[in-house]
């Protein structure tokens, strides 16, 4: 079937600290998985993506890592600025579709 | 290159009341998707489009329905709205579709009252 968790639902870090955001999936069959940001009022946004050949992508301070055998995947954002406070979201295709998340709240302190 | 066009932007209607939203891709990209988001539910897929043939569909009701035109523009469409039809309604835009990259508009609100 088709099940994708994310946790945390929300994570409040300091500006300057690291943000770690999980996402699993059920679907042995899924090889690409992407990361979205939605900020209030806007659509998601395609921040990063890797494919199921790869373990690991970084572009500046996000970084995603994949773990196909225990069937999840991972967000990682460095030196978190404020400007990084949104809802993110995971979105593995499974069954020839993107299945999203619920989506975790990201709140920077500055 | 523009990025995925929505129109309108906000809707209100009446419960009973039929509704049209619009979907511009990015250029070059044959393939079109809808989603559904709302607070409880999050999002949620509707159907998929690809050179104008309905290609895959999420467990929504036959009120929704939609179309792809051959410039690769789509529309949906949600006959006798109901209040819980209330949500964000979301257009992807994607090279090939089928689960890969793809490029999400602003969205469409629409409220249902």
């Known amino acids: 079937g088709e099940n994708v968790e994310q946790h945390p639902s929300t994570l409040s870090v300091q500006e300057g600290d690291s943000a770690v955001i999980k996402c699993t999936y059920s679907d042995s069959a899924s090889n690409y998985f992407p990361w979205y940001k939605q900020e209030l009022g806007k659509g998601p946004q395609l921040i990063i993506d890797?494919?199921?050949?790869?373990g690991e992508k970084k572009d500046q301070r996000i970084a995603v890592t994949l773990n196909k055998t225990a069937k999840h995947f991972s967000l990682h954002i460095t030196e978190t600025q404020p400007e990084d406070s949104a809802v993110y979201f995971c979105?593995?295709?499974?069954?020839?579709?993107?299945?999203f998340g619920q989506g975790t709240e990201l709140s920077v302190k500055p | 290159k523009a990025g995925v066009t929505q129109t309108p932007r906000y809707l209100i209607k009446t419960r009973g009341q039929q509704v049209t939203l619009s979907c511009s891709p990015i250029?070059?990209?044959?393939?079109v998707s809808w989603y559904q988001q709302t607070p409880g539910q999050g999002l949620q897929f509707l159907f998929e489009?690809?050179?104008?043939?309905?290609?895959n569909k999420g467990n929504f009701p036959g009120r929704f329905s939609g179309r792809q035109f051959s410039n690769s523009r789509s529309e949906m469409n949600v006959s006798t709205l109901e209040l819980g039809d209330s949500a964000l309604y979301l257009c992807?835009?994607?090279?090939?579709?089928?689960?890969?990259?793809?490029?999400f508009g602003q969205g469409t609100r629409l409220t249902v009252v």
């Open positions: 489009y690809f050179s104008e043939t309905q290609r």
């Open positions: 992807a835009s994607s090279p090939e579709g089928q689960g890969a990259i793809a490029f």
């Open positions: 979105a593995p295709n499974q069954g020839g579709k993107l299945i």
């Open positions: 250029s070059g990209h044959r393939s």
């Open positions: 890797i494919r199921s050949n790869v």
